[in-house]
């Protein structure tokens, strides 16, 4: 007691003021520092609770039993989904189908697609190149078994694209699928680069001229 009188009466108002001031921040600190912890704390809860949903949520979606199908369980309702509800389209060469080449078709889907939409693809040589973006999903190329469809195309690495640059290997497929539950059934890809006339690389062999021999 004879200490604290001694200190105080020795202070300045000025340092006075100075010492309060520390002591207030020093408690807003520790205050602020308990309540950071409590928040981050129930934050923590809240996420394992919804995650707990979450889960509880998916398993009973994935062990519940397919409408109509006694005895069967649904994997991917997304997929099942989309098969209960798929639709057919014709392409033939001749005009008798809905679309003349697969390119027109595809273009007849809609983006993110949620139907299992089949084209039915009838035999001949349908010379296109064909992209399957991400957000067509569902797509089935169906041709006939006793005379598949061929796809081809004549692209490879080298060629030039638009951009005046090489293609490389991936934009030179003749069919390309980024899009998921995509299934192709009776149809043959190909890419036919005799189609095209070759430039000779440095390390191509000098073409034999059949006038010499």
Same mark, same amino acid.
């Given at each position: 007691?004879?200490?604290?009188? %001694?200190?105080?009466?020795?202070?300045?108002?000025?340092?006075?003021?100075?010492?309060?001031?520390?002591?207030?921040?020093?408690? /807003?600190?520790?205050?602020?520092?308990?309540?950071?912890?409590?928040?981050?704390?129930?934050? *923590?809860?809240?996420?394992?609770?919804?995650?707990?949903?979450?889960?509880?949520?998916?398993?009973?979606?994935?062990?519940?039993?397919?409408?109509?199908? !006694?005895?069967?369980?649904?994997?991917?309702?997304?997929?099942?989904?989309? @098969?209960?509800?798929?639709?057919?389209? %014709?392409?033939?060469?001749?005009?008798?189908?809905?679309?003349?080449?697969?390119?027109?078709?595809?273009?007849?889907?809609?983006?993110?697609? %949620?139907?299992?939409? /089949?084209?039915?693809?009838?035999?001949?040589?349908?010379?296109?190149?064909?992209?399957?973006?991400?957000?067509?999903?569902?797509?089935?190329?169906?041709?006939?078994?006793?005379?598949?469809?061929?796809?081809?195309?004549?692209?490879? #690495?080298?060629?030039?694209?638009?951009?005046?640059?090489?293609?490389?290997?991936?934009?030179?497929?003749?069919? #390309?699928?980024?899009?998921?539950?995509?299934?192709?059934?009776?149809?043959?890809?190909?890419?036919?680069?005799?189609?095209?006339?070759?430039?000779?690389?440095? *390390?191509? @062999?000098? !073409?034999?001229? @059949?006038?010499?021999?």
């Amino acid at each position: 007691m004879h200490t604290a009188c %001694t200190m105080s009466s020795s202070l300045s108002p000025t340092q006075m003021l100075l010492l309060l001031l520390s002591l207030c921040i020093c408690n /807003i600190s520790l205050a602020s520092s308990s309540s950071s912890e409590d928040g981050a704390f129930r934050r *923590w809860v809240s996420w394992n609770v919804e995650n707990y949903r979450r889960e509880t949520s998916l398993n009973a979606m994935l062990t519940a039993g397919a409408p109509g199908i !006694p005895g069967k369980k649904v994997v991917d309702w997304k997929l099942w989904k989309a @098969e209960m509800s798929k639709i057919r389209k %014709t392409v033939s060469q001749d005009g008798t189908g809905d679309y003349r080449t697969v390119s027109e078709a595809l273009n007849s889907i809609p983006a993110f697609n %949620t139907r299992r939409v /089949i084209l039915v693809i009838k035999p001949g040589i349908y010379r296109e190149k064909i992209n399957v973006p991400r957000h067509m999903s569902f797509v089935t190329f169906l041709g006939d078994s006793t005379s598949p469809p061929t796809i081809t195309g004549n692209d490879t #690495a080298s060629v030039t694209g638009r951009g005046g640059t090489p293609l490389k290997t991936f934009q030179s497929a003749t069919v #390309a699928v980024d899009a998921d539950y995509f299934v192709a059934i009776n149809v043959k890809f190909e890419r036919d680069i005799a189609l095209r006339p070759r430039i000779l690389s440095p *390390w191509d @062999e000098e !073409p034999v001229d @059949e006038n010499r021999r």
